[in-house]
């Protein structure tokens, strides 16, 4: 699934909240959490983990395919 780097980054800066943080927060390590925001793809079980390190819903930053 697509997700928005942009989106994610709004996300963060509004929350206050680091790279470093976001991934602890979701059990990715920030290397991968790094990787999935520039490739801009992911599961949907890992968009859920993001999502909760966020403390949003998924939809807040999944891009729709079409």
Same mark, same amino acid.
């Given at each position: 699934?697509? +997700? @928005?780097?942009?989106?994610?980054? #709004?996300?963060? /800066?509004?929350?206050? #909240?680091? /790279?470093? =943080?976001?991934? =602890?927060? @979701?059990? +990715?390590?920030?290397?991968?959490?790094? &990787? %999935?925001? %520039?490739?801009? &793809?992911?599961?949907?079980? &890992?968009?859920?983990? +993001?999502?909760?390190? %966020?403390? !949003?819903?998924?939809? =807040?930053?999944? !891009?729709? =395919?079409?």
């Amino acid at each position: 699934m697509k +997700i @928005s780097k942009d989106k994610i980054d #709004l996300i963060m /800066a509004s929350k206050g #909240l680091s /790279a470093k =943080e976001v991934s =602890e927060r @979701s059990g +990715i390590s920030r290397q991968n959490f790094s &990787t %999935l925001r %520039l490739r801009g &793809t992911c599961t949907a079980p &890992t968009a859920f983990k +993001i999502a909760k390190g %966020l403390d !949003v819903d998924p939809s =807040e930053f999944i !891009v729709s =395919e079409g």
